[in-house]
């Protein structure tokens, strides 16, 4: 995903964000969109699917994000660049790093929108009021985005402690074990509302994806998961950013978890763009 385009004459801006410092089980997101980003180099620009080539879609790629101090100034510092993203009237793509910088993400969202749906794909809830005493864990993010967005679609959730899934049951979550098919998408469709998604590479089955820093079994093939999103199309006008999290390349195998990762922002850019 070669960018060639200038950030002014762009539509669609792209960010890494180098930050894993909540990962419980097997760090290493940090280089994952350094490694995403080198993985779509050695992909075609042109997806017969979607019969598009990413020579037609303006986007530019910013790069690593510099972030230093404690993690609620990194996330600050996340915001403030989303945020200035967004102000230009730019759809945003960031490359994680683990899943808690979805939270500063969909807050410079919100600064903007106000009213959004959140679409997570993942193989856990994130629900967990607090995890290892902290509260802006990546096992926390969609609790806190949840105090602050109401409306959260959860797909392809296998996992999760017993207190989030009583939580998501108390509070009448969104929450699928599947992915998300055309009546999911009817509804989100009837909605008629901004949306940001977020795609936490877990959600595939460790075979598709071995490198993230907490693999779950029995999950998703990559072609379950592209057919999902593909459905996307149809709202890609409603959606003003996304994200794809947790791909550690110090665990993966062979780079297949960042190579599916590119594949998977290549499709988003072209039908976002
Ligand atoms: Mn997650
Ligand atoms: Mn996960």
């Known amino acids: 995903m070669l960018s060639n385009d ?3 004459d762009s539509n669609i801006i792209m960010i890494t964000i180098p930050f894993d410092e909540t990962s419980s089980f097997k760090p290493g997101s940090r280089d994952g969109g350094a490694f995403i980003r080198r993985a779509s180099w050695g992909l075609e620009s042109y997806s017969p699917i979607l019969n598009r080539d990413l020579t037609e879609v303006k986007f530019h790629d910013l790069g690593d994000l510099y972030l230093y101090g404690n993690q609620e100034k990194k996330f600050k ?7 200035n993203i967004i102000k230009d009237g730019k759809k945003v793509v960031s490359l994680g790093g683990e899943h808690s910088i979805t939270y500063p993400i969909v807050k410079a969202v919100k600064e903007f929108y106000n ?4 679409i997570q794909f993942d193989a856990h809830c994130d629900l967990r009021y607090e995890y290892l005493g902290n509260k802006l864990s990546h096992a926390c993010v969609m609790r806190r985005i949840y105090e602050i967005n109401k409306e959260i679609f959860q797909f392809g959730v296998r996992s999760g402690d017993l207190e989030e899934w009583e939580f998501a049951k108390k509070e009448k979550i ?12 009817e ?4 909605l008629d509302k901004p949306i940001y998604l977020t795609i936490d590479i877990d959600v595939l089955d460790p075979a598709f994806a071995p490198g993230t820093g907490t693999p779950e079994p029995c999950g998703f093939s990559s072609r379950e998961l592209f057919n999902s999103l593909y459905l996307l199309k149809e709202v890609s006008d409603k959606i003003v950013g996304f994200d794809v999290v947790e791909v550690s390349p110090i665990n993966d195998v062979n780079d297949i978890t960042s190579i599916t990762a590119a594949k998977i922002v290549r499709e988003l850019l072209l039908m976002l763009g």
């Open 115 to 118: 009213d959004i749906l959140v």
């Open 187 to 190: 509804y989100i469709k009837s």
């Open 6 to 8: 200038s950030y002014d």
């Open 77 to 83: 510092t996340i915001e403030r660049a989303v945020y």
């Open 174 to 185: 969104y929450i699928k074990p599947n992915l998300m098919d055309k009546e999911d998408l």
